[in-house]
């Protein structure tokens, strides 16, 4: 393998770890930022979700934009590096905000959470755009892409684990029976562990892949939209990011009211075996077959091609968890296991996702001369940042349907119904809607094949 392909297990583990900053700050709020803001923060069910969907309409432009801004910058580290240097800072700041409760009024709240908000979409995409570029030019091979991105996300899923031990265990602990501290704690510590990880990706990593570029940004959006791979590829990742939250926002709805198992939410390490702890157990599980999924993932991605591959892992996630609306309250054993069955399954589609976003962009630099690496992965954060606003939208809007009240002291059969839902039935639905989208994906194993040896030749002639 050539040393533009090559990557060592060093920088492999050093990119890895940019991921588990960023899903630090990510995996707080799928599980836990809406039902902090329903039970903790003070706002109804309406207003987060209309808070949630309204910052994420908004925040499309600002992938794009921070796309561009990375292909263009130049520095001695490189484009893409030098960001993370610069943003771990302001997002560490950024989640301990966003989780913090104001003394003020409801408005004035209101107000507080949607400017912690865009803070905070400004500060991931500023970190996590580039970030996720930096993978497209460390190796000019795609199966070595494919083995990055399994150790991406086997660091991802370690940003969630620790992000869920923290919350989890450190809340209730740190502020001593009072959640509005125990929360605004809790993130200066996670915030800590993440501005060191993002130093680590930044000193461990490397640029190989140099793009050639017209400086002309009309050229670079007409390339980006007739580039077919990646247009099917912006909706695919809304879909799956979008299943992926629902699911996340779900579980501590479910946990707290359909299992009854509302102390575990502020629980602490030592009940997780006990009713008190199924909640924790049950997302320490999800991300643990998520991380044991990744060292799947190059052997399947082989056997099958990363387009089969995703269209299987689909259907049996979505299967699987569309089977847990049948499931009744003390099947806890049933439950773990659907849910660990369909986490399999949805721990593939990150990994294969962003890989597909590395093909993607060796196919425009083929057809255009150029490589926009920066704007090509922006559809990356754009679609987890849009398709988790929309999700939890989706998931609230759906509580709201059926009446749900956080603070009620009896559950009504409407509300249980409608956190069922949610668990299972919703995501599942939405998911099936990337099958079709992967049934048009023309870039299969043998088209990558071709296009990676063309691309050696267009390179070598490039430097003659």
Partial sequence: MSELSKLSLKEKIGYALGDTAAN???????????????????????????????????????????????????????????????????????????????????????FWAYATSIFYILAYTANNVPYSALMGV????????????????????????????????????????????????????LA??????SFITFYTTRERVKSVETGDLSKDYKDLASNKPWLILLFIGFVFVTYNIIKQSSIMFYFTHYVNDENNFFGSLTSWGGKNGLAGLYLLSLLVISMISTFFAPALTKFFGKVKLFIYSILF?????????????????????????????????????????????????????????????????????????????????????YNYDGQATVKTVEMLQGIKLNMSIVPAVFVLLGVVALLAYPLTQKRMKEIEEELKIQRAEANE
């Fill in 138 to 189: 460390m190796t000019t091979s795609q199966k070595e892409r494919t083995v990055l991105s399994s150790f991406r996300f086997f660091g991802a899923y370690l940003g969630g684990v620790i992000a869920t031990i923290g919350v989890i265990t450190l809340v209730d602990f740190l502020g001593n029976g009072d959640k509005n501290a125990g929360y605004q704690y809790t993130m200066y510590v």
């Fill in 317 to 401: 996630s979505a299967a699987s968890v569309a089977a847990m609306y049948w499931l009744e309250a003390n099947q806890i054993g049933s439950i773990f296991t659907l849910g660990i069955i369909s986490e399999f399954g949805a721990g593939l589609m990150p990994i294969l996702f962003f890989a597909m976003l590395g093909d993607a962009a060796d196919y425009s630099e083929l057809k255009n001369g150029r490589r926009a690496t920066g704007l090509i992965f922006s559809a990356g954060t754009f679609a987890m940042k849009f398709g988790g606003g929309v999700a939890g939208a989706i998931t609230l809007a759906v509580l709201n349907l």
């Fill in 24 to 110: 630090i700050a990510w995996r707080t709020m799928g599980p836990f930022l809406p039902i902090f803001y329903t039970d903790v923060f003070g706002l109804g069910t309406a207003a987060v979700a209309t808070l949630l969907l309204v910052v994420r309409l908004g925040d499309g432009a600002t992938d794009l934009i921070m796309g561009n801004i990375a292909d263009r910058t130049r520095t001695k580290w490189g484009k893409f590096r030098p960001w993370l240097l610069w943003t771990a800072l302001p997002l560490g700041v950024a989640l301990v905000l966003r989780f913090t409760t104001p003394d003020l009024s409801l408005g004035g709240k209101i």
């Fill in 192 to 197: 800590f562990v993440l501005v060191s990880f």
